[in-house]
């Protein structure tokens, strides 16, 4: 918080102090503020009973002033954190009976909080809900296991080890995340559903907002409407649109996780290209990253035909790889500013997967 707000209204404010504002609004001053001109110091002069009456004045005036310091002190001093039974998570339903460790959670029962380090686990006929701190909720579906890794302040982050959660978050980009065996899920401002196999591969769709789906350099962006596979020692394949032809998303799935024989490298690639429509330019994006230098001219000319590269970016900056080239392009596809991703890894550099 900036003090300026305290003063002239500036600056940031303090969510304690707006609290606190609107608590007292009804006690608000409305009457016009009294003249301190009366107050100025008396000549010499005067005769004794008014400087007697100065001083006194002076003293009570002190009083005041020294009351209303304090007073203002205890109302804008940091605010002592009250007794916190925990940083755990609340679990707010449960359909069925789930665990923590040995403990048992039953539906209708009251549950206790799952703690940073703790595992909770869904039976086949359960569901449970948790609270992420203050900025959203996870619903787990039967058969999840979720584990807390951290709640701290500006990070919050789980490890889902296997089945499905639906994650619904209003909270700065970045600020939550979901390893799994083979990729990290970076919240950007969203609602999306993320399913993890057996093997360790699985599936996030979203379905509001964008997510960032990273396995070390190998990143996917991912919007509303859009789904990406993911296969453990491969990380996440390309994104795309769920409304995409069965044989673009066939060629794709052929092209991200298939052998890498050439002939059918090759086919899949020509059936993509041919398929692709302007919308589908969030695959041919990533594509440009993940095919051979060969391959690149190709998948340059079609996004290009779909979606005209703007001022500012070259054919062979593109086919580079340009960093600043490649994120200027994909801001043009109206799909979420990439600055929020670049933000999120200079401020979080340490993200790594969850090998758990």
């Not at 298939?258 to 692709?276: C, S």
């Not at 990533?286 to 079609?302: A, F, G, I, K």
């Not at 001022?311 to 990439?338: S, Y």
Request: contains cysteine; glycine residues 8%; neutral net charge.
């Amino acid at each position: 918080m900036r003090n300026d707000y305290l003063w002239d209204g500036s600056g940031e404010p303090d969510p304690e102090i707006q609290k606190l504002e609107k608590a007292m609004a009804r006690f608000r001053l409305t009457a016009p503020a009294p003249s301190f001109r009366e107050l100025e110091v008396q000549r010499v002069s005067a005769a004794p009973s008014r400087a007697k009456f100065f001083w006194v004045s002076r003293v009570a005036a002190a009083a005041v002033v020294a009351v209303s310091v304090t007073a203002a002190g205890l109302v804008l001093r940091p605010p002592v954190p009250a007794p916190h039974p925990g940083s755990g998570w609340e679990i707010t339903n449960v359909d069925g009976t789930s665990h923590i460790g040995e403990s048992v959670i039953r539906s209708g029962h009251p549950s206790p909080q799952l703690e940073v380090g703790q595992l909770l686990a869904t039976s086949s006929g359960s569901r449970a809900t948790l609270s992420v701190a203050d900025i959203g909720r996870l619903d787990l579906e039967p058969d999840t296991h979720v584990r807390l890794l951290e709640s701290g302040s500006g990070r919050k982050r789980v490890a889902l080890l296997r089945g499905t959660i639906r994650a619904s978050i209003w909270a700065p980009p970045g600020e939550f995340v979901v390893d799994t065996p083979s990729a990290v899920a970076v919240d950007l401002g969203c609602v999306y559903t993320l399913q993890v196999e057996a093997a360790g591969g699985g599936t996030l769709r979203t379905l509001l907002g964008w997510v960032g789906f990273q396995q070390g350099s190998h990143e996917s962006f991912i919007p509303a409407g859009a789904m990406c596979r993911t296969r453990a020692n491969a990380g996440p394949g390309t994104p795309y649109f769920e409304d995409a032809s069965e044989a673009f998303r066939g060629s794709l799935h052929e092209l991200d996780f298939g052998p890498a024989a050439a002939a059918g490298h090759e086919a899949a690639l020509r059936v993509i290209l041919q398929q692709a429509r302007p919308r589908d330019a969030l695959t041919l994006w990533h594509l440009l990253t993940r095919v051979e230098d060969t391959e690149r001219q190709r998948v340059y000319e079609r996004l290009a035909a779909l979606v005209p590269p703007p001022r500012g970016i070259t054919r062979d900056g593109i086919l580079a790889l340009d960093p600043a080239m490649m994120d200027l392009w994909w801001n043009e596809f109206a799909l979420g500013d990439i600055s929020l991703w670049r933000s999120w890894k200079q401020r979080w550099p340490q993200t790594q997967n969850a090998r758990r």
